[in-house]
């Protein structure tokens, strides 16, 4: 319970520095359990949307580029999104395993793998309800409170999709999360 209020609390902290405001209990569902999870699972969904966008948007011939040779190529941010979706959500499920291995230079490769990886973490992050949202699975960073494993997949998730945003402002790409939408 004390990682609940405690993640509640960075959640609510989170809202009101984006200037959004916290209504009170009876005013509102949000502070519940379930609504905590369906906040979790939306801002695995938003970043998840993107991360999928960018791997489209980069030319195949891209995939190997690096900014610095000590850093990962493009194509190996996205192994790395891989690996780390299908360790947490498949832990998330139930059934820890390893994704399998994929060529980090082959867009498509790499598109497949993460559309499954991204699969399984949908299919994983909807068996999270309020009844079982605080059950302990896994361990070390694969571990802790169900809805805790959501939340820790959207934030290596985003710290992730920053980096690939500055890949692909760097080949002139504008980033998904960059673009107009509904047509302003």
């Not at 609390?9 to 520095?17: E, F, H, K, T, V």
């Not at 699975?137 to 409170?145: K, L, Q, R």
Request: with cysteine; aromatic share 6%; glycine share 8%.
């Amino acid at each position: 319970m004390r990682a609940a209020l405690a993640l509640s609390g960075i959640l609510l902290a989170g809202q009101m520095a984006w200037g959004q405001s916290a209504a009170p209990a009876a005013q509102s569902a949000k502070g519940t359990l379930r609504s905590l999870v369906g906040e979790a699972i939306q801002d695995y969904a938003r970043v998840d949307k993107n991360i999928l966008a960018a791997a489209a948007a980069m030319p195949a011939a891209n995939y190997t580029f690096k900014p610095t040779p000590e850093i990962r190529s493009f194509g190996e941010l996205f192994t790395h999104v891989i690996e780390a979706q299908t360790m947490v959500c498949s832990t998330l499920a139930g059934a820890p395993q390893r994704a399998g291995t994929v060529n980090a230079a082959n867009k498509e490769e790499v598109e497949a793998a993460l559309k499954t990886s991204s699969d399984l973490c949908d299919r994983a992050n909807a068996t999270v309800t309020e009844a079982n949202a605080l059950d302990i699975v896994g361990h070390g960073y694969f571990g802790g409170p169900k809805v805790e494993l959501i939340e820790k997949n959207a934030a290596h998730d985003n710290e992730m999709y920053g980096t690939m945003a500055v890949y692909l402002r760097l080949k002139g790409i504008v980033p998904p999360s960059s673009r107009p939408r509904g047509g302003k």
